[in-house]
């Protein structure tokens, strides 16, 4: 009999790693190594559009540390949100930055607003969660098609001249990164379509 009880705890011990390790989230965060935290209800927005919950994981930094990991917020067992526990050294002061995980494109977006921690607050409530944006760009693409053609040469140049059109996106335009769009921007979306 005892030896069936030490299989049987063999047998278990050896499946905790399998079953566990589906529920294993892409980040860690050791949550007891910090003294206070505050509270987070969200949602993501990828260029401005909703989206489906359980695709994502989310969790919040402090610099590269991640200082808390997101579960999904339910409501009648449907993914309506996020929410995240957000850890900190110290009561006030630091900045929290975000991430979410795309489980099946594995890839990390970066989330483009941030929020400076207070300890014991709560933003946002499960039914009117703080919004996440996450704004997808693709290099070099700057009438914003999905695509880098020629039209993208044409409206960098047409923006330079003072006549670009709405759909013209700066962000996917300066590709160099100094915040200004220059002829040098236009040389490296040439060169994107020449070593396509």
């Known amino acids: 009999m005892r030896k069936i009880r030490l299989l049987l705890l ?37 260029d401005g559009a909703n989206i489906d919950c359980t695709r994502y994981e989310v969790a919040a930094f402090c610099g590269d540390e991640c200082r808390g990991i997101a579960v999904l917020d339910t409501v009648n067992s449907v993914p309506t949100g996020f929410y995240l526990r957000i850890r900190s050294y110290a009561e006030t002061g630091d900045i929290i930055t975000f991430k979410a995980y795309d489980k099946t494109d594995k890839k990390i977006l970066t989330v483009k607003d941030s929020l400076t921690f207070t300890s014991g607050l709560l933003t946002g409530y499960p039914s009117q969660p703080h919004i996440l944006n996450i704004k997808t760009v693709m290099p070099g693409d700057a009438n914003g098609d999905g695509k880098v053609s020629v039209l993208d040469v044409v409206q960098t140049t047409n923006y330079i001249l003072g006549k670009a059109g709405t759909s013209f996106r700066i962000e996917a335009a300066d590709l160099n990164g100094d915040g200004k769009i220059t002829t040098i921007d236009i040389v490296k979306i040439i060169n994107i379509l020449l070593y396509k």
Do not use: E
């Not at 047998?11 to 007891?32: G, K, R």
């Open 10 to 46: 063999w047998v278990l011990l050896a499946a905790f790693p399998m079953l566990s390790s589906s529920a294993q989230s892409y980040w860690t965060c050791d949550i007891h190594a910090f003294r206070y935290d505050m509270t987070l209800y969200c949602n993501l927005l990828i």
